[in-house]
């Protein structure tokens, strides 16, 4: 009997090398690219970042000559304006760390583009418009002027990144204005400055009851801007070319250690630039409300300014929802707080000024940017052009006033 005769399997030498080399090829991209995460995302790159060893010089520097100014009381203004131009070089680059860092962490944890503006950099940004209020607020019973200081400031920022710095952005880069976020967040800051104004108006101060109301409108809507992150992110996704898939250089580790750093030097750097802005001030003899709705308005705002710029060649929607954001932080969250401290009230020195001149520009100024945002949705250069010269004339105003040419 025969027996059958079994064939052996046929081995394919050209199957088998093409699966070795595709192995070999995946394994070698997988090391490659933990390498590449290795390399770009460690710390110790960061560390070693041209950019944050200048950020650190900036910063020793103008501490040593505030030190040896104030130990040796120097009021040169010539002095003064050299440590401001070195304050807003640290304020620039500050701002930068923490954009990339904000973003970086908001992006990961999957937040739309605009809510990051609205939320992570509005509010690190009005972080020294709340630490102006909060200390004039807090030691106001020495000098009650300082009241006028802590409103000229809030009303002063607000006006200033509306209208100077929203036109300095429009002028570098026009944009792109989505109606969401008018109807959303728009509208909600002038509701803010209003409801600010009339409580200020009905009783001729800021009581603690009405600085936690003002706290806890801020934090409702923070509360429901975070809340509807998901549909804010669908929305962009549809009209702004999508939310940016970024490649993440860095860990999450290095993105934090930027928010930190960032926001640590920004507010520095801020106080210093303000202090040394008021100081000029004073020698000039110019009103504590002046001071606040021009130098300290114009100083707190410049963080606004640098991230704005910053952000707007990178994300409109972070650009947008950071000037909108600190707009209604400012008289919501910082002035509120400064309530909570010490209820404030105008000095009848500065009553009219602050009443009948800083209050109406900045409702004014405020209308005119909604206006324009409202009309084609979209910011074009000499509609920046126009609210730069808006702020040009409110501070000619100011003069004037002061001169007595303007009796209120």
């Known amino acids: 009997m025969t027996l059958p005769i079994t064939s052996r399997p046929t081995i394919n030498m050209h199957d088998c090398c093409l699966d070795f080399f595709a192995t070999i090829k995946e394994e070698f991209l997988t090391s490659t690219i933990m390498a590449e995460q290795a390399q770009r995302q460690g710390i110790g790159a960061l560390l070693q970042w041209n950019a944050l060893l200048i950020s650190f010089a900036l910063f020793v520097t103008l501490a040593i000559l505030g030190t040896i100014t104030a130990k040796n009381d120097w009021t040169n203004i010539g002095i003064l304006i050299v440590l401001i131009i070195i304050a807003l070089a640290l304020l620039i680059t500050s701002a930068d760390f923490f954009v990339e860092g904000a973003k970086g962490l908001a992006r990961r944890a999957g937040m739309a583009e605009v809510v990051i503006g609205l939320t992570i950099v509005s509010i690190g940004t009005s972080l020294p418009e709340i630490l102006v209020t909060a200390t004039a607020s807090a030691t106001s019973g ?8 802590a409103v000229g400031n809030i009303y002063g920022s607000v006006l200033v990144q509306i209208t100077l710095v929203l036109g300095i952005v429009v002028a570098f880069k026009p944009l792109e204005i989505r109606p969401a976020w008018l109807r959303r967040d728009g509208l909600l800051m002038l509701m803010s400055v209003v409801i600010l104004t009339a409580l200020l108006w009905e009783g001729e101060e800021l009581s603690r ?3 936690g109301i003002l706290v806890l409108i801020y934090g409702l809507y923070i509360t429901w801007l975070l809340s509807d992150t998901d549909k804010i992110r669908e929305d962009e996704q549809q009209a702004v070319d999508g939310v940016k ?55 707190t705002s410049l963080p606004e300014l640098t991230v704005a710029m910053v ?45 009948y001149l ?5 409702l004014l100024g405020v209308s ?17 052009s126009i609210l730069i010269t808006f702020y040009v004339l409110f501070i000619i105003s ?3 006033q002061r001169q007595g040419y303007i009796v209120l």
């Open 245 to 299: 898939k970024a490649d993440f250089s860095w860990t999450g580790t290095a993105y934090f250690v930027m928010v930190v750093i960032g926001l640590t030097l920004a507010v520095y750097s801020a106080n210093q630039l303000v202090k040394y802005a008021c100081e000029i001030a004073y020698q000039l003899n110019v009103p504590h409300a002046i001071v606040g709705s021009t130098m300290s308005g114009l100083g």
């Open 311 to 355: 952000a707007v060649r990178k994300s409109q929607g972070v650009a947008i929802g950071t000037l909108i954001g600190s707009n209604i932080t400012d008289p919501l969250l910082s002035i509120g707080i400064a309530a909570l401290v010490s209820p404030i009230s105008l000095t009848e020195g500065s009553y009219d000024l602050t009443m």
């Open 368 to 384: 005119l940017c909604l206006t324009m945002m409202w009309t084609g949705f979209k910011f074009s250069r000499w509609e920046g």
């Open 398 to 400: 100011l003069e004037l």
């Open 142 to 149: 020495n000098d009650p002027a300082l009241m006028d200081l």
């Open 358 to 362: 800083i209050i109406p520009a900045t």
């Open 209 to 211: 009851i009405e600085g």
